[in-house]
């Protein structure tokens, strides 16, 4: 007997709308893409009713950590070609004899957010793994040590310098100590910004008159 | 081009001959798919939709240190001090029960975070001011009145000023507090409509009042 042989039919699916949707999707975060910055440390920060956007260029912000560790972080500025960070690092090369080199320059400017000793600065800048890079983020020191200034100090005065117009914003996290970010507001103040940002999420409330009676 | 023709035109003609089955150009899209898939993961991922929003505050300017004594006078009926501690706590006083030569008054009183707390003391004092703006938003919303923001926002400061009565508000935080209770009491500056308010150093013995504190 002869098989009936089931003809089988291919089960072909046109993909074509969904290569078009696709498409335009991919278009689109393309186009709408702000990448989110690697930071220091995952902050999260508190809630507030303020809606100012935070402004994107020309910010010195200091992040204050939920284990109350201090990074800094400045960008390159509205004109790019300013390239401040590197400006701001063979500055305190020079100054603080951290005797740094092109590369490691180039790859300050290229970063953002950081914290630690200025001593460290040199073998974070070097080191490669990105594990061993963020076990070297211990904050910048925040402690007058003898005579010494607080680490921060010197940051924000020297870029403050470069950048006479930056705002500051304060990037604390809601768990972090009042204590902390009251430090760097009084170095921040000692160093005449009386003006700060703190960032925070936008939550919407509103009182009503009912909540006066 | 120069196929096709030959196979439809030349191909009948000749017979014998097996017209090529035209085949339909069927790519293989599976792989452009899975790239496409990838890379709007990737994108949607790293995108930040929401950018943060940020909250300007301005510190009361560093006196030098002769200066230091010379604390700024203020009408005490109409000052209040907020005091902050852990673990959310929220101390308030009235500076006009501040008994005459001390520092601070007797005790303290204790309020939270709440909206029928903290954010219900702070709308009596400032009753005047609140009213009014809300009644002024409320005629924008509602479309009786047209005004741009910038000229809305400038009347609201005008409302601000206008309140010779209206409080104001010190507050203080304590070596315990969160960073999380200060932005909260700050914003409730802001949803309140205070215009005065500052964040100034705690005293010794306000830190020793909330140690007395009800707990």
């Keep these: ?213 | 081009m120069a196929e096709i023709i030959e196979g439809s035109g030349s191909g009948k003609k000749q017979g014998g001959r097996r017209v090529p089955k035209k085949m339909g150009a069927h790519i293989d899209m599976t792989p452009m798919v899975d790239l496409m898939c990838l890379l709007i993961t990737f994108f949607m991922l790293t995108t930040a939709f929401s950018k943060p929003k940020v909250m300007e505050i301005t510190m009361p300017e560093k006196t030098d240190k002769e200066d230091i004594t010379e604390q700024p006078k203020v009408a005490a009926d109409r000052t209040y001090s907020i005091l902050l501690s852990g673990d959310d706590k929220v101390y308030w006083y009235w500076h006009k029960d501040v008994p005459e030569g001390q520092a601070v008054p007797a005790t303290l009183n204790k309020t939270d975070f709440s909206k029928d707390g903290l954010r219900k003391i702070l709308l009596r004092k400032n009753e005047k001011v609140f009213t009014e703006i809300y009644e002024l938003k409320e005629k924008v919303k509602k479309g009786e009145l047209v005004m741009i923001n910038d000229s809305l926002n400038a009347q609201i400061k005008r409302i601000k000023k206008s309140d010779k009565k209206a409080p104001i508000i010190l507050i203080k935080a304590d070596e315990k507090t969160k960073y999380k209770s200060i932005v909260s009491v700050v914003d409730e500056m802001a949803i309140c409509n205070i215009a005065n308010y500052a964040i100034v150093d705690i005293t010794p013995e306000e830190v020793a009042l909330i140690e007395k504190a009800p707990k």
């Design chain 1, 1 to 213: 007997m002869a098989k009936i042989k089931l003809k089988r039919a291919q089960p072909h699916v046109d993909m074509t709308p969904m290569v078009d949707l696709f498409s335009l999707l991919l278009t689109f975060f393309m186009l709408t893409a702000s990448f989110r910055p690697q930071e220091a440390k995952v902050i999260d920060s508190p809630a507030s009713v303020s809606d100012k956007t935070t402004p994107d260029k020309d910010v010195i912000s200091v992040l204050v950590s939920k284990d109350d560790k201090v990074f800094f972080n400045m960008d390159n500025g509205k004109d790019t070609s300013a390239h401040f960070r590197n400006q701001l690092i063979t500055k305190i090369s020079d100054i603080y004899r951290l005797s740094l080199n092109e590369k490691e320059i180039k790859a300050f400017g290229q970063g953002s957010s950081f914290g630690m000793p200025l001593k460290n600065l040199k073998a974070y800048l070097n080191e490669e793994d990105a594990g061993k890079k963020e076990a070297m983020q211990v904050g910048i020191p925040m402690d007058t040590v003898g005579t010494q200034y607080p680490e921060l100090e010197i940051w924000v005065a020297y870029a403050r310098e470069l950048n006479p117009t930056a705002e500051v914003a304060i990037n604390g996290d809601a768990e972090a100590n009042y204590k902390t970010v009251k430090k760097v507001m009084d170095v921040m103040q000692s160093k005449n910004v009386n003006k700060f940002n703190l960032v925070t999420n936008l939550q919407k409330e509103e009182a009503t008159l009912d909540d006066l009676k």
